[in-house]
């Protein structure tokens, strides 16, 4: 055999088993996905234990009944109004507690000493969702299958985080990507970009998403569509230069022959138009440019650019049971100061994470050279984000306030916000408190969300 040809075999085993290997470790042995769900890990994989110090409390089930008075529709009212606050951190305490804040919260106390602090309140681990999202992530955690190659993606996973028990980096990252939150939804969103000076214009859109993936495996979503992860129509209702357009967006699992694709209605137009391709560190819509496409909910999208490694776990204090920000009884005016939203109004809490470092890899572009995330071990929700530039500048640090929609349930972020250490500024996104309560409700139809639709919908 020549010895070109002999090479050339050789690399092609190796590529195979290399591949083969790759995907082994994805899977979970039966033993230890039986796990899920005794008594030690929760159904989502994370430690059902509190910690030692009992700062942690052990994870009970999560909220199981709506509080007194609550009706579907309604905005969530706080089951936990009674907690009080436990301590503040702010740049004076700052050094008591640095080991349980991330680089990019050490940061925003640093730069905002006289205004901004974080309320730390008991630790409350009210994560919780439906049994068949339980089922699911045991099942996942036998069968899914990690692929490597092109931009990645998941193959025999359904519904939510198909690596409970993950091995690597990017297993997290895919958890997060897939992590369960209904079949389909319709909400109100409001992006703020807050300036230096504290002014803002609130741009309004009402939005219909759905998520094939999330649905049972013999619906028509899933069956005509297996590999798409996520559909979101979007029509703006203000400010009035904008009022009228929209925007119809496909989200594969695998971007690798089947990308990202986008349509948008233009109301001077009279017409639907492809959009170029929207991804990685393009800007976002309504942003002002403080945020990329690929940060929307911390992070969403092909995770190929960078490399990830799995940190481990440690405790962090992160945005949680944001009740108080999500209630009806506030407007922009009162959330959005001039730095930072008020303090007054956030919550944070003691919870377990796992910590990814993203490496931007050789060769790829972005404007970021590194990313961390911090994951609640509870629900595969990125809490915190910490972002460097390319000359490895701590830049921007993006944090998730999440509760727990309980009607579901599940656990999904009510405000995000997307601080610029540079520029001094901040975005501030799902101000919907004086709008429509998220309408969860399951199934649809593909044809719903085609250019056409988009149409329609707008109309």
């Known amino acids: 055999m020549p010895g070109a040809t002999l090479r050339r075999l050789c690399t092609h085993v190796a590529a195979v088993l290399l591949l083969a290997s790759l995907e082994a470790l994805a899977q ?4 230890e996905a039986a796990k899920l769900g005794g008594p030690e890990l929760t159904p989502l994989g994370a430690e059902r234990a509190g910690n030692a110090a009992g700062s942690i409390p ?21 089951p936990f109004a009674e907690d009080a606050v436990q301590f503040s951190i702010s740049a004076a305490n700052l050094a008591e507690h640095a080991d349980r804040l991330s680089e990019g919260q050490k940061a925003l106390l640093e730069a905002y000493p006289d205004t901004w602090r974080m309320p730390v309140y008991p630790t409350r681990r009210s994560a919780s969702y439906p049994e068949r999202v339980y089922a699911a992530v045991q099942e996942n955690a036998r069968a899914a299958e ?5 931009k990645g993606g998941v193959v025999l996973s359904n519904v939510s985080s198909p690596f409970p028990l993950p091995r690597s980096g990017v297993e997290v990252v895919w958890n997060h990507n897939l992590r369960f939150r ?7 969103n409001g992006y703020a970009p807050v300036t230096r000076s ?7 859109q009402e939005q219909d998403f759905a998520f094939p993936y999330a649905a049972p495996p013999d619906s028509a979503f899933r ?23 929209g925007v119809l967006l496909l989200e594969p699992i695998d971007q690798t022959k089947d990308p990202r694709k986008s349509w948008s209605y233009l109301r001077d137009l009279r017409r639907v138009v492809r959009n170029p391709t929207l991804r990685y560190y393009y800007p976002a819509p309504a942003s002002e440019g403080l945020r990329t496409f690929d940060d929307s909910e911390l992070f969403n999208g092909p995770p190929d650019r960078f490399e990830w490694r799995l940190l481990g776990k440690r405790e962090l204090y992160i945005p949680y049971n944001a009740y108080r920000l999500h209630s009806n009884e506030l407007g922009p005016g009162e959330i959005l100061q001039r730095r930072h939203i008020d303090p007054e109004l956030a919550r944070y809490e003691l919870h377990r994470v796992w910590v990814v470092e993203g490496t931007l890899k050789p060769g790829r572009n972005h404007i970021y050279s590194r990313r961390v995330f911090y994951v609640d071990e509870d629900s595969w929700q990125i809490a915190v984000a910490d972002t460097w530039d390319l000359k490895g500048r701590l830049w921007r640090v993006n944090e998730a306030h999440a509760i727990n929609y309980y009607e579901v349930p599940l656990v999904w972020t009510t405000l995000e916000v997307y601080h610029d250490l540079r520029e001094r500024r901040y975005l501030a996104v799902g101000l919907d408190n004086d709008r429509n309560m998220y309408r969860f409700s399951e199934g649809g139809d593909p044809r719903e969300f085609s250019p056409n639709a988009l149409l329609y919908y707008i109309r």
């Open 28 to 31: 979970v042995p039966a033993q």
């Open 58 to 78: 052990p994870w009970t089930g999560g909220i199981q009944e709506w509080p007194d008075g609550y009706e579907p529709g309604d905005h969530h009212p706080d």
């Open 146 to 150: 990690l692929r490597t190659e092109g």
């Open 182 to 188: 209904g079949v389909r939804v319709q909400r109100s």
């Open 198 to 204: 504290g002014d803002y214009r609130v741009v309004l």
């Open 223 to 245: 069956t005509k569509r297996p590999n798409l992860l996520l559909a979101v129509k979007t029509r703006t209702i203000q400010p009035v230069l904008l009022g009228g357009n």
